[in-house]
């Protein structure tokens, strides 16, 4: 394994006369070798404000709202044979727009908006059990199973309403086809799974590792794909034999990093979790959580021509530093 960068000098000219000088670092993905940019020099973010008005205007229509939840949602007439699932607050049902063979959504909270620093450990854990639910009806065969989140719309949610998503398809995402490539690779070699290999040189190393909540560790990712990228790797393998102890260690961490993320003065934030169910020995369920520019009346969108049009993230946060910030939370 190794965490490879290189470095580029910037001299800019100032208009006071004065030569400031950036450096930016080309960072490899240990496992895919996927490159980010590293920039010490952050852009004036927005301060959090109130949209009060946007929180009211939404929750007029919203269709995860209690009292509009069970009519307006789409259901799953194979697996599910039309029913919704609930668990406490939570609920799911099919996503309307699917993006995969079975899609489907988590209603997350009865609470049309949630401050970070209001979500609370049951939240999650109760969605990723019904998750696990549906997957124990799924049929033999091949699938690739990931679970996201988008929250508020810097990271690319329609509904404000928390919502977590799941995607079942017998052909992978791109991303998720390059790290099932280069993982079994990567077994093959070692005769270990990479995210065990990862966690045992980050402890090591000592400058990324963030903590350890019940059975999961953290890490800041080497190479970020966003704003604050943190990588959770949990002790059991495949999520769907995962105990509750391990469901509640990654739902702990995953608040713990949402106040983090709000002391920081953000409010937006995506996940993705990559589920080693049906891949084989090499993989290991992954997760990974990022914070996306704040959400007010002035946001701007931090996904630009090098995401879209280079595969290429900029970061403007320094893994080693903000691995050591998270720290003082997981303790």
């Not at 490899?28 to 996927?34: A, E, F, S, V």
């Not at 999961?216 to 990712?221: I, K, P």
């Not at 020995?281 to 995401?307: G, Q, S």
Request: a negative charge; proline letters at 5%; one cysteine or more.
């Amino acid at each position: 394994m190794e965490f490879r960068k290189e470095v580029e000098i910037s001299r800019v000219l100032l208009p006071n006369g004065s030569v400031e000088e950036n450096k930016v670092e080309i960072r490899y993905d240990p496992l895919t070798l996927q490159t980010s940019r590293v920039l010490k020099k952050t852009p004036p973010f927005s301060q959090v404000s109130t949209f009060d008005d946007e929180i009211e205007s939404t929750k007029s229509w919203c269709p995860f709202c209690p009292e509009r939840i069970d009519e307006m949602v789409a259901r799953d007439p194979d697996l599910l044979k039309g029913e919704l699932i609930k668990r406490n607050e939570a609920v799911l049902f099919s996503n309307i727009v699917p993006y995969s063979k079975y899609s489907y959504v988590v209603r997350m909270t009865e609470e049309h908006y949630l401050d970070l620093s209001e979500f609370r450990k049951e939240h999650f854990f109760d969605s990723l059990f019904l998750i696990k639910d549906v997957l124990k009806k799924l049929r033999e065969g091949k699938y690739y199973i990931s679970i996201g989140m988008n929250y508020l719309k810097p990271a690319g949610s329609s509904i404000m309403h928390p919502h977590i998503q799941t995607l079942i398809s017998e052909t992978s995402t791109d991303y998720f086809a390059r790290m099932d490539w280069s993982a079994l690779e990567f077994y093959e070699e070692k005769k270990k799974d990479y995210w065990i290999y990862l966690t045992e040189k980050e402890r090591e190393i000592g400058e990324r590792f963030a903590g350890r909540t019940e059975k999961t560790e953290w890490v800041s990712a080497f190479a970020p794909k966003g704003f604050y990228h943190f990588i959770g790797i949990p002790e059991e393998r495949e999520f769907l034999s995962m105990t509750d102890e391990q469901l509640d260690g990654i739902c702990d961490g995953l608040i713990r990093i949402l106040r983090f993320y709000r002391d920081r003065g953000f409010n937006s934030f995506n996940i993705s979790i990559f589920l080693a169910d049906r891949l084989g020995e090499h993989f290991r369920t992954n997760i990974n959580i990022l914070a996306r520019t704040p959400f007010d009346r002035y946001y701007w969108c931090d996904v630009y021509f090098p995401k879209m049009l280079h595969d290429e993230t900029i970061s403007y946060l320094v893994p080693e530093e903000y691995a050591k910030e998270l720290s003082e939370y997981m303790d």
